[in-house]
C-alpha cells in the first residue's frame, strides 16, 4: 500500500512544450501566415495537465499529494516522469506508464498578454480509466481531485458511465471529491457530447466543481459574451441545482466567483474535507491580485490547489478565496503551470504585504469597487466586505 496522502490528483497529465514568443510583434494571428519565420525565444519543458498543475501545486503548499496519471513508454513519458521527480522523487512513484502508447502533449503558444492557444495531442489519457485509480490509494486521503475529462476519452464516452463511476468510487471511500473541466475540441468528438447530461449524471457524486465560466457555459449551451452578476449566479444555480454543493466558476483575470449551496446536510455529507455549516448558502467573488504576467498556463489549476489547499487546511471561505486567487497570481508570473507557485509559508507572507487587486472589468450593480478586496454578492448586492 502506498503511503497515505492528504489529496489524490488524479486525470489527465501531458508534458508541455512553451516556446517563448511573448515579444513577436504584430497579433497572434501573424504566427500562422504561410511562410512567415518568427526568431523566438528557448522553450521551456514543463509537466503540463491537471495532474501536474493541481497536484504540484498542493505539493507546493505543503499537502501531502500523489499523482494518479498515465504516460508512454516514450521519450515523452520519460520526460514527464523525470521532471515529476525533480519535484519530489516521490511524485513519479504513481504513474502508469503504458506500454505502445504516445504520451499526451501540447504546444502552448502564449503571446505576451493575450490568452494562450494549446496544439493538443491526448496520447495516453484517451485509455485511462476508472480502474487505473486503484482503491489502496485512496485509502487515507481526505480529498480526490479529478482534471479534465474532456480530452480523456474513456471519461466523456457513454454518457459519462467511467466518470461517475471514478466518483462513486471516491465518495465511497469517504473522500471529499472535486472536478475539473477543460475547454473541449468543438470540433472534436468531445464537443459533440451532450455535456449537460452528463454533469446530471456525474455532479451528484461531486462535492466541488470548479469550471471556467467559458467551458461551462459551451457545455450548458448558454451565449455568454461578458459575464454579469446574474449570469454568475444563473449559472451557478443550476449546477447547484443537479447535486454539488460547491461551485467555482473560475474568471481568468476578473477572479474567482463561488456559490454554495443552502442544504447544510448536503454540505456536512461532503467527505472529510466537508466545511463548516456557515459556508452554506453563500455567493462570493475574488478579483484577482495585480502582477507581472509572464505566462498564464496553469493558472485556474494552481487557483483550484490554493482553494483546496485553504480548505483543507480548515480556512473559512472567504480566506480560502483570497489563497486561490493568490496562488493563481503567482502562477502566472513565471512561464510554466508550477514554478511560480510557494510554499505555504511564503505565500501567508505575500498575503499579509499590501497588494493591490485588479478592478473587475464587467458591470456589477451595487458592489462596492473602492475596497478592491473580496467583494459579497447575493440577494442584497448592496453589501460589499473584505
Not at 500500500?1 to 508541455?16: E, R, W
Request: glycine letters at 10%.
Amino acid at each position: 500500500m502506498p503511503p497515505q496522502a492528504d489529496a489524490i490528483v488524479a486525470g489527465h497529465l501531458c508534458l508541455d512544450i512553451i516556446p517563448d514568443i511573448a515579444h513577436v510583434s504584430g497579433e497572434p494571428a501573424a504566427l500562422w501566415r504561410p511562410g512567415s519565420l518568427h526568431q523566438i525565444g528557448p522553450a521551456v519543458l514543463a509537466t503540463g495537465g491537471a495532474v501536474s498543475n493541481t497536484g504540484i501545486s498542493l505539493h507546493r503548499l505543503g499537502l501531502r499529494t500523489r499523482l494518479l496519471g498515465r504516460v508512454g513508454d516514450d521519450p515523452m513519458g520519460a520526460i514527464v516522469r523525470d521532471l515529476l521527480r525533480q519535484v519530489d522523487p516521490a511524485l513519479g512513484n504513481s504513474i502508469i506508464i503504458s506500454k505502445g502508447e504516445s504520451t499526451s502533449y501540447s504546444l502552448v503558444l502564449s503571446p505576451g498578454k493575450n490568452d494562450r492557444l494549446f496544439l493538443h495531442h491526448s496520447g495516453a489519457n484517451d485509455t485511462y480509466t476508472a480502474d487505473d485509480v486503484p482503491a489502496d490509494s485512496l485509502v487515507g486521503a481526505r480529498l480526490f481531485h479529478f482534471g479534465y475529462p474532456p480530452n480523456m476519452r474513456r471519461f466523456y464516452s457513454d454518457g459519462g458511465a467511467e466518470l461517475e463511476s471514478l466518483f462513486a468510487k471516491a465518495k465511497g471511500h469517504g473522500l471529499t471529491t472535486s472536478l475539473d473541466m477543460v475547454q473541449p475540441d468543438r470540433r472534436g468528438d468531445a464537443g459533440r457530447v451532450d455535456w449537460r447530461a452528463l454533469l446530471r449524471r456525474v455532479l451528484p457524486l461531486v462535492d466541488l466543481f470548479m469550471p471556467s465560466l467559458d467551458e461551462i457555459c459551451f457545455m450548458l449551451g448558454h451565449n455568454v459574451e461578458q459575464p454579469s452578476a446574474i449570469t454568475l449566479e444563473k449559472v451557478a444555480t443550476e449546477l447547484l441545482n443537479m447535486g454539488c454543493p460547491m461551485v467555482g466558476l473560475k474568471l481568468g483575470d476578473q477572479g474567482l466567483f463561488l456559490r454554495t449551496t443552502t442544504d447544510r446536510a448536503r454540505l456536512a455529507a461532503a467527505g472529510r474535507a466537508a466545511p463548516g455549516a456557515d459556508w452554506a448558502g453563500r455567493s462570493l467573488l475574488a478579483p484577482c491580485f495585480e502582477v507581472n504576467v509572464a505566462g498564464t498556463t496553469g493558472s485556474g489549476d494552481s487557483t483550484i490547489a490554493g482553494f483546496l489547499a485553504a480548505m483543507l487546511n480548515g480556512l473559512s471561505l472567504d480566506q480560502s478565496l483570497t489563497v486561490a486567487v493568490a496562488v493563481g497570481a503567482c502562477c502566472v508570473e513565471r512561464p510554466d503551470a508550477t514554478s511560480g507557485v510557494p510554499t505555504w509559508g511564503k505565500l501567508q507572507h505575500r498575503l499579509d504585504q499590501p497588494w493591490r487587486r485588479k478592478p473587475i472589468g464587467f458591470p456589477m450593480p451595487g458592489w462596492n469597487r473602492s475596497k478592491q478586496r473580496l467583494l459579497w454578492i447575493g440577494p442584497d448586492d448592496s453589501k460589499a466586505r473584505e
